[in-house]
């Protein structure tokens, strides 16, 4: 069963075409990067999900719960930080994580709580009141509120934004471990690097319309264009090497660049067979590596005008 499963959803506001005939496939335990540009119909997608907003047309489901008739279910199972999480201000953060966790009847809630404030950094702000919390501690302190009922999915709009780098990295290891732990994690972000660092699959869209849905991998080297591209650091790679490497079979060509070599192959394996040919040539090889093209690149190559898939 996916996790979230999407069938022609549609969200019209009058003549505006929030959401067009999405459809969205979440497989079980992966963490899917959702991405688009501003006002592409992220947050009207997850409010669909969440059973927040009906759609106008199509249907949605989270673990073949329908999103419709469904979402006291959904909610149970399903861990939500919206993009400005909200709080009462003048409890603490145990206490609000006290109250959120009443509503919905998580079990042995003083344990859990510990729990939570030290998995996303507060243990030591937990008595304060989330008035005087920044904007990361409240980030910090809605993913625990997201996990208090043990969710089997995590939906995160933007869960960074606005973070320091260590707030970032704390958020994407908690999602790591998640991960590690069996939890789906949809993941709305516009920072594209992390998308990357910690995405398995992306899905993209525009102006309403599903454009990329692909693994990262697969996605990132077909916005390459042609080829894979292998990089090899060699200090003295002479002309000789050069010609060496452009004749060994699959590979497309041999450029220089900027004090790298950039290989065209048919296959990333090929980067064994090179590395080999240019050792027993003498040739000191101090780095070969796949060269992927970044996140960044490839969105922005397929948000341009245009590039619409399917
Ligand atoms: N309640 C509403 N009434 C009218 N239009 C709306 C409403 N909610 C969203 N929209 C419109 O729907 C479109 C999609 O908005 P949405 O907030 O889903 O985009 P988003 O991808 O989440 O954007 P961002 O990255 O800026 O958060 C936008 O044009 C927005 O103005």
Do not use: W
């Not at 499963?5 to 959401?19: P, Q």
Request: aromatic residues 4%; contains cysteine; charged residues 25%.
């Amino acid at each position: 069963m996916n996790a979230i499963e999407t069938h022609g959803l549609t969200k019209d506001y009058g003549n505006l075409v929030a959401v067009k005939d999405l459809d969205l496939t979440v497989k079980p335990g992966i963490v899917y990067g959702f991405l688009g540009p501003n006002g592409a119909g992220k947050s009207t997608t997850i409010n669909m999900l969440m059973g927040f907003i009906r759609p106008t047309a199509g249907s949605a489901s989270i673990m073949g719960l329908d999103a419709k008739t469904q979402h006291l279910e959904i909610k149970k199972i399903t861990g939500y930080l919206p993009e400005r999480p909200a709080f009462y201000d003048d409890l603490s953060g145990r206490g609000n994580l006290e109250y959120f966790g009443r509503l919905i009847g998580v079990e042995e809630l003083d344990g859990r709580i510990v729990e939570l404030l030290k998995t996303v950094g507060l243990e030591g702000r937990g008595n304060d009141r989330v008035g005087t919390y920044s904007h990361g501690m409240r980030q910090r302190l809605g993913i625990a509120v997201a996990l208090l009922g043990s969710p089997k999915l995590l939906i995160l709009d933007e869960p960074t934004t606005g973070l320091d780098p260590q707030g970032s990295h704390d958020i994407r290891e908690v999602i790591k471990k998640l991960k590690s732990e069996n939890v789906t994690i949809f993941l709305s972000s516009h920072i594209l690097h992390e998308v990357q660092d910690i995405s398995d699959v992306v899905g993209i869209v525009k102006k309403g319309r599903l454009i990329v849905e692909r693994p990262i991998e697969e996605f990132l080297r077909s916005t390459e264009g042609n080829m894979p591209v292998i990089e090899i650091m060699a200090p003295r790679f002479e002309d000789a090497h050069l010609d060496l490497v452009k004749k060994i079979k699959g590979v497309g060509g041999v450029t220089r660049n900027n004090g790298f070599i950039d290989v065209t192959v048919e296959s990333p394996a090929l980067a064994e067979d090179i590395n080999i040919a240019l050792v027993n040539a003498g040739c000191r090889v101090r780095g070969i590596r796949e060269k992927m093209p970044t996140l960044e690149d490839a969105f922005l190559k397929v948000t341009a005008e245009g590039n619409v898939e399917g």
